[in-house]
């Protein structure tokens, strides 16, 4: 069942439009992703989905309402918003955050346990200006859950986070999942979105230029692979990049790397042996959403503002 229905939405600045003509719908209990560069209309779109800003032209529903009409009080009892830019007073400390955003709620989560799971336990006393950056980060993902929600956006999860604190940001996401929560993530890391997501909608220039699983991304890049080795005698590319299925040839050290489509692998295994050049360290491996995303989209995750 559809929780979040987006028609033809339309967001201009200056006459510009930002976001032009974006239709997508959200099913229960998913996490959804938007994925796309830096100014591509991701926080435009959603925060018109949140009721923060009012769209131009176009219609949102949200759990059966439109944020902006008559039911949207009610409404935002069932979602929780964790924005990309917030902040909050310097002297107020994580309790007493939990504790004013949880009054705004009819039916909000314990406290307690939220610090607990978000790692702020014994942040429970300190100030938010002491907090590092990852701390505030997991913050505002509890302030997001304090009321309970069925819907959670969560923007940007994952800046500021190192490595470690990212997986475990992760885990935590899947479990506020799997406890019935649906999550829209907006993001532009690759990774977050083909380990979180079970739909992602790639946003370009404020239009949706793919929107599927992620496995169906990948599939409909070609399926693209990748197959490393260490050559044990002298190779020239030209050898292998001119093969059927080659897509691309490249080194790093010792190590070749050739991407491609379909047969490519045995047709460049043969190629090597016809020519006697023994290999090490070969393997095999399906190319992931970046890959996909280049062969989609036709660039990197860059910004469009520098464009
Ligand atoms: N209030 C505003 N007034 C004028 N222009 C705006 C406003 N908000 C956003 N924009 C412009 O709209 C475009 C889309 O911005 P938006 O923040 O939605 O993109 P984004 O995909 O979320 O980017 P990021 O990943 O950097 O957050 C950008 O060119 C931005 O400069």
Redesign the pocket.
């Known amino acids: 069942m559809a929780i979040i229905e987006v028609t033809d939405l339309t967001k201009k600045?200056?006459g510009r439009p930002?976001v032009d003509g974006v239709s997508f719908h959200v099913d229960e209990g998913e996490i959804f992703g938007i994925l796309?560069?830096?100014?591509?209309?991701?926080?435009?779109?959603v925060e018109c989905v949140e009721g923060l800003r009012r769209p131009d032209a176009g219609h949102v529903r949200v759990l059966g309402a439109d944020p902006h009409g008559p039911g949207a009080a009610e409404l935002r009892q069932g979602i929780g918003v964790q924005l990309?830019r917030a902040e909050l007073p310097d002297h107020i400390t994580v309790r007493e955050a939990l504790g004013l955003y949880a009054s705004f709620y009819r039916g909000p989560a314990d406290p307690d346990e939220l610090v607990t799971r978000w790692g702020l336990a014994e942040k429970r006393d300190s100030r938010y200006s002491t907090l590092s950056g990852g701390q505030k980060q997991r913050l505002f993902i509890a302030l997001a859950l304090v009321g309970n929600p069925r819907v959670a956006f969560l923007d940007?999860l994952t800046t500021g986070l190192d490595p470690q604190a990212r997986r475990a940001t992760w885990r935590l996401v899947k479990d506020v999942r799997d406890a019935g929560v649906t999550v829209v993530l907006?993001s532009?890391f690759m990774d977050e979105v083909e380990e979180l997501c079970d739909r992602v909608a790639i946003?370009e220039r404020g239009r949706i230029t793919a929107l599927d699983t992620p496995s169906g991304l990948i599939e409909r890049a070609g399926g693209a692979q990748r197959l490393r080795f260490r050559p044990l005698a002298p190779l020239d590319d030209s050898l292998i990049s001119g093969l059927p299925g080659v897509t691309g040839v490249s080194r790093t050290g010792g190590q070749v790397e050739v991407t491609g489509n379909g047969d490519f692998a045995s047709e460049v295994t043969t190629a090597l042996a016809r020519n006697h050049i023994l290999v090490s360290d070969l393997r095999l491996e399906r190319a992931g959403l970046d890959e996909a995303y280049v062969t989609l989209t036709g660039s990197t995750l860059d910004?469009?503002?520098a464009k």
């Open positions: 600045y200056g930002v796309g560069p830096n100014g591509a209309g991701k926080t435009t779109t990309q940007e907006v532009h946003l910004t469009e503002d």
